[in-house]
Structure formats: C-alpha cells, structure tokens
C-alpha cells in the first residue's frame, strides 16, 4: 500500500501563489495518472488537474492559464503550482493516483491540505 501525503498549502492573499507537493511513499508501479482535486465546504469534490504517466495534462476550466501540475519521477511527487489565487480556490486539495499492477487496479488518495484565500 502506497501513502500520498500532500504539503504547501496555508492561507495566502488573493492573487497570491502556492505550490503544493504530493510525495508518494514508495513507487508507483502501473501508475495511470495522478490528480489534484479540491473539495470546499457543501460543496462536491472537483476535478482540478491531472496528469498522465505519459506526461499529459488537463485541466477544470476554471483553473486553466493559472494552475500548473507537474511531477518529479525520481522523488515520486506531483506538483500544483497555483498563481493568481482567488477566494473561490478555498478548499482541501486532496492527491490521488491510480492504475493497475497485475491487472490488479489500485486507487490512492492523500489526507488532503487546506488551501485558504482571503485577504
């Protein structure tokens, strides 16, 4: 079982920046894609950002032009740089992973981190 722990977020002013981690506690074998999604108070998890084991990427309409993802193989850890933050931004990122080993598919989430705008 592989752990996902995500670190980077806090309170920021908006039009602020943070760049959140996603460190993996072991390698991900089989890896299809990993993801940020965010989840505010009431509200439904969304899809922030994704990325492929191919390198691809996508992104929620709303965040495109200022959230970037990218990821370190070597250190397995993703990566969202966020830039010009606004306060609908407010929510818990959470990481998440998936894909299979042996035909057998494995699907990962970390504990999350509260990222906060506000001025």
């Known amino acids: 079982q592989v752990q996902l722990v995500e670190s980077g977020g806090g309170l920021v002013q908006p039009g602020g920046s943070l760049r959140l981690s996603c460190a993996a506690s072991?390698?991900?074998?089989?890896?299809?894609?990993m993801a940020w999604y965010r989840q505010a108070p009431g509200n439904a998890r969304e899809l922030v950002a994704t990325i492929t084991s191919g390198g691809s990427t996508n992104y929620a309409d709303s965040v495109k032009g200022r959230f970037t993802i990218s990821r370190d193989n070597a250190r397995n850890t993703v990566f969202l740089q966020m830039n010009s933050l606004k306060p609908e931004d407010t929510a818990v990122y959470l990481c998440n992973a998936w894909g299979r080993v042996l035909s057998r598919p494995y699907d990962y989430w970390g504990q999350g981190t509260q990222v906060t705008v506000s001025s």
């Open positions: 072991g390698r991900l074998f089989g890896l299809d894609a």
